[in-house]
């Protein structure tokens, strides 16, 4: 539910993504102002997330960009959820841009794909967060309800 | 506990001082510098030299929110003239100082420029932030390019436009309840933006939130100020017990509103029990884990299903409702391994058998022994809820009484004080039960136990003159024994506090628990 004012800013957004997007970021689909769906590759040679695609959605609040976008990778049979220590594997990610205290209205679509990338790039460990399995199997809410404990920010 | 309790509240704290007690003012201590002294809450008792001051009795003061203002006033002005700097610069340094003004203006003379930047200032000399229109400006945030369109920056220069600007600090201030850390919207810019540029640019109800929100950091910031629990009351109190403390002393405030409350963990009065047993006992009582303790001293279990069997009567010879198995109550073995002893188990000597009986025999004794304290401090309690139909009736009774015997409204009023004594007294004794739950037998508990019983039975007479019908309340001689009795047991009250007072400041008490020595709900203990 996108209200004026994020709509305007989107509107912007999409245009501007349309006409040119960073190396490894593609948008695949931005019907509204609610959900968008984008494609990213990470592009050096890290061995944990060569040749792979990873689907990511957008949803937007009507109070976007004051408040960030749910952001959240999604599975189908050929984009898997990339394995890294902050990302659950029902997709979640765990950062702090992404929320309310990291967030900045500045921030957007584009910016939060490229962190992410550069999230995976940086990366070396084969692994999920701790406790992924307990949280994948009893998390009923929200990303943006989850109190995430930032514990390193680093990875 | 519940919030009837708040009922207890109305009693003035003239009733449970002796005569030669002091008031409760703080002992000329006013400029807060506590944090750097320890113990001062001693200290303070010791200079108050002429005055004797109970032991349970503790200094504290009462701030009005016109008082909590002029606190922060204050500061703010005396920063500002110090250091020469805004008063929205030095409120918002305070602030990042927890208000300890004197570590803040060390700190800035030392490294100025570190202290601006930890705090979230710009070292920059411009002028206050004011709003503009800037020619060819887009905003980052809406992408509006309007020409004409009124935009706003902090002194980092990042600039947004008025609109955008007000949504974010709507947000901020409404949705996350955030004030005296609202930040620069830009990513990673971390100048705070201060009360003036704030009220500049958002209307009215939303300045009025922020500076409830600025004004309620101020209290929390301090670890000597706590906002009084009672609902409604918008009084501060200070006391410099601090969290270490308090295993050696029960800080009881009692704030203007009449609400009186252990400073150390915001519940209601729970002297002469420390915060720690407090929440122990609280916990107990309302864990499930004394129904486990009746179903193992009541109950055994069946060996072959481990159905819970409760034998209510009859021989040893037991057969298991659900899986008709049959075995010996007293050995739990098989029944049929029993032999020719029919109906009298000789295996009961054995080892394994005399350790189950044992282990059983405790859990009985120990659940006995709660049952013990819980009721005395369930009856209180209960006591002091109908306390409350009473202090209702009594204020009825004392119109009436007025009418009837011709007294004048002054003279009726000593059984308003009889209620408020009652209340109070009754609301010690039920802590009174809890904490001696917790207390390991010596020649203290005895002692303990003495004045225990001894403000149990004041109370008790008191409260059977205060039901007597009105007839005989206006009896002259019912009257002068009700006030006599009143004043028998507040003077009861303020002996037995006292002693448990002393001894738990000189440690003496053993308790049959561990004792943390950290206080009730937990947190960093110090917070520089």
């Given at each position: 539910m996108a209200g004026h004012f994020a709509a305007k800013r989107l509107s912007k957004e999409l245009s501007k993504i349309r006409s040119s997007l960073p190396p490894g970021i593609e948008l695949v689909s931005a019907d509204n102002f609610e959900e968008w769906l984008l494609d990213i590759r990470v592009l050096d040679n890290n061995p944990l997330y060569q040749n792979e695609t990873y689907r990511l959605k957008f949803r937007f609040a009507s109070s976007y960009p004051i408040e960030p976008p749910e952001v959240v990778f999604v599975k189908l049979p050929d984009r898997p959820i990339p394995i890294h220590p902050h990302i659950y594997s029902n997709g979640i990610i765990c950062l702090d841009l992404l929320g309310q205290q990291g967030w900045s209205p500045v921030q957007n679509v584009e910016s939060v794909c490229m962190s992410l990338q550069s999230m995976l790039t940086g990366n070396s460990k084969n692994e999920r967060p701790p406790g992924d399995e307990e949280f994948v199997r009893g998390n009923r809410l929200r990303p943006k309800d989850i109190e995430f404990y930032y514990h390193d920010n680093d990875v | 506990m519940d919030s009837d309790d708040d009922f207890m509240s109305t009693v003035s704290s003239e009733d449970d001082m002796l005569p030669d007690d002091s008031d409760n003012d703080m002992s000329g201590d006013d400029d807060f510098a506590f944090d750097d002294e320890p113990d001062v809450y001693i200290d303070s008792q010791k200079e108050t030299g002429h005055k004797k001051k109970a032991a349970y009795d503790i200094s504290f003061k009462v701030y009005e929110p016109g008082d909590i203002t002029k606190q922060q006033d204050d500061l703010i002005n005396e920063v500002n003239m110090i250091l020469d700097i805004s008063k929205e610069e030095a409120a918002i340094l305070l602030r990042h100082f927890r208000w300890n003004k004197e570590r803040l203006i060390e700190d800035y003379m030392d490294r100025p420029v570190q202290v601006l930047d930890a705090a979230g200032l710009a070292q920059t000399a411009a002028g206050p932030p004011r709003m503009q229109v800037v020619p060819g400006f887009v905003c980052d945030i809406c992408c509006e390019d309007e020409p004409g369109l009124q935009t706003f920056a902090l002194k980092c220069g990042h600039r947004y436009c008025v609109d955008c600007y007000r949504h974010y600090l709507s947000q901020k201030i409404l949705g996350e309840g955030e004030a005296a850390r609202i930040q620069c919207p830009a990513e990673g810019c971390n100048l705070i933006i201060d009360a003036r540029s704030l009220d500049l640019l958002v209307t009215q109800d939303l300045t009025e939130r922020y500076h409830e929100l600025l004004?309620?950091?101020?209290?929390?910031?301090?670890?000597?100020?706590?906002?009084?629990?009672?609902?409604?009351?918008?009084?501060?109190?200070?006391?410099?017990?601090?969290?270490?403390?308090?295993?050696?002393?029960?800080?009881?405030?009692?704030?203007?509103?009449?609400?009186?409350?252990?400073?150390?963990?915001?519940?209601?009065?729970?002297?002469?029990?420390?915060?720690?047993?407090?929440?122990?006992?609280?916990?107990?009582?309302?864990?499930?884990?004394?129904?486990?303790?009746?179903?193992?001293?009541?109950?055994?279990?069946?060996?072959?299903?481990?159905?819970?069997?409760?034998?209510?009567?009859?021989?040893?010879?037991?057969?298991?409702?659900?899986?008709?198995?049959?075995?010996?109550?007293?050995?739990?073995?098989?029944?049929?391994?029993?032999?020719?002893?029919?109906?009298?188990?000789?295996?009961?000597?054995?080892?394994?058998?005399?350790?189950?009986?044992?282990?059983?025999?405790?859990?009985?004794?120990?659940?006995?022994?709660?049952?013990?304290?819980?009721?005395?401090?369930?009856?209180?309690?209960?006591?002091?809820?109908?306390?409350?139909?009473?202090?209702?009736?009594?204020?009825?009774?004392?119109?009436?009484?007025?009418?009837?015997?011709?007294?004048?409204?002054?003279?009726?009023?000593?059984?308003?004080?009889?209620?408020?004594?009652?209340?109070?007294?009754?609301?010690?004794?039920?802590?009174?039960?809890?904490?001696?739950?917790?207390?390991?037998?010596?020649?203290?508990?005895?002692?303990?136990?003495?004045?225990?019983?001894?403000?149990?039975?004041?109370?008790?007479?008191?409260?059977?003159?205060?039901?007597?019908?009105?007839?005989?309340?206006?009896?002259?001689?019912?009257?002068?024994?009700?006030?006599?009795?009143?004043?028998?047991?507040?003077?009861?009250?303020?002996?037995?506090?006292?002693?448990?007072?002393?001894?738990?400041?000189?440690?003496?008490?053993?308790?049959?628990?561990e004792m943390t020595g950290s206080g009730a709900n937990g947190g960093p203990s110090s917070r520089r």
């Open positions: - | 004004h309620r950091t101020y209290v929390e910031d301090k670890e000597t100020l706590k906002w009084c629990p009672a609902p409604d009351c918008e009084n501060a109190i200070e006391c410099a017990v601090k969290k270490k403390d308090l295993d050696r002393v029960v800080p009881t405030v009692s704030c203007l509103c009449g609400h009186r409350f252990c400073f150390g963990c915001a519940l209601n009065d729970h002297q002469p029990a420390p915060c720690e047993l407090v929440k122990k006992w609280l916990k107990k009582c309302a864990d499930d884990s004394e129904t486990a303790n009746w179903i193992s001293a009541n109950t055994k279990e069946c060996p072959k299903c481990n159905s819970t069997i409760e034998k209510n009567g009859g021989c040893n010879h037991m057969t298991c409702r659900k899986c008709k198995h049959e075995f010996c109550w007293m050995c739990m073995g098989l029944w049929s391994e029993h032999g020719t002893s029919w109906y009298n188990c000789n295996r009961y000597e054995e080892k394994s058998g005399v350790e189950a009986r044992d282990a059983q025999a405790r859990s009985r004794v120990s659940l006995e022994r709660y049952l013990h304290y819980y009721n005395r401090y369930a009856n209180h309690e209960q006591s002091a809820r109908l306390d409350k139909d009473i202090y209702t009736k009594t204020e009825r009774k004392m119109v009436q009484l007025q009418k009837e015997s011709g007294m004048s409204w002054i003279e009726v009023q000593y059984l308003n004080s009889a209620s408020q004594a009652l209340q109070t007294c009754r609301q010690t004794l039920m802590w009174t039960y809890a904490f001696a739950f917790y207390l390991a037998r010596n020649n203290l508990t005895e002692i303990f136990e003495d004045n225990q019983k001894d403000l149990e039975m004041a109370v008790e007479a008191l409260s059977e003159m205060f039901e007597r019908p009105i007839t005989e309340l206006a009896d002259s001689k019912l009257k002068v024994e009700i006030m006599d009795k009143t004043s028998y047991c507040n003077k009861r009250r303020v002996i037995l506090l006292e002693d448990t007072a002393q001894n738990l400041a000189e440690g003496r008490w053993t308790f049959n628990v």
